[in-house]
């Protein structure tokens, strides 16, 4: 990759603003230890929108609206509370991190490889937030 794109790229992962979310900050903080080491400034820029936009922020508007009450059909579905919650974010969140390192196709993972990821393991993904 262009070395000015990653340097924009680690550029934005680090200014990216957690919004106060204590787990997007524990997801930021593994991400930009982990650059060095397994990802690209790309790849974690991606998990971290992805988590962000897609499962932390949406989820968390969930179960503070008055609607949120899960009926027993639903128990196990949906997570319970902010703690159940953000344990289902950090255990798949773990589990992508673990295929990303395993299945990368150079020594850094771009953001490619978070999508091959994601798109591998997207039954035991899927099961933490009952994705069809």
């Excluded at 289902?88 to 992508?96: E, G, K, Q």
């Excluded at 990368?104 to 994705?131: E, Q, R």
Aim: proline share 3%.
């Amino acid at each position: 990759m262009d070395q000015e794109l990653q340097r924009i790229y680690g550029g934005l992962l680090a200014a990216y603003d957690v919004k106060k979310s204590n787990i997007l900050d524990q997801i930021k903080a593994t991400l930009i230890l982990n650059q060095e080491k397994s990802l690209r400034p790309d790849a974690s820029l991606c998990l971290l929108t992805l988590y962000d936009n897609m499962i932390v922020t949406p989820y968390s508007l969930r179960l503070r609206t008055a609607s949120s009450q899960v009926n027993g059909a639903n128990v196990g579905i949906f997570p319970q509370n902010e703690q159940e919650l953000n344990q289902r974010v950090m255990d798949s969140f773990y589990l992508l991190l673990q295929t990303i390192d395993r299945d990368k196709k150079d020594l850094l993972a771009s953001s490619h490889d978070v999508i091959i990821a994601i798109n591998s393991i997207w039954g035991p993904l899927s099961s933490y937030f009952n994705w069809g």
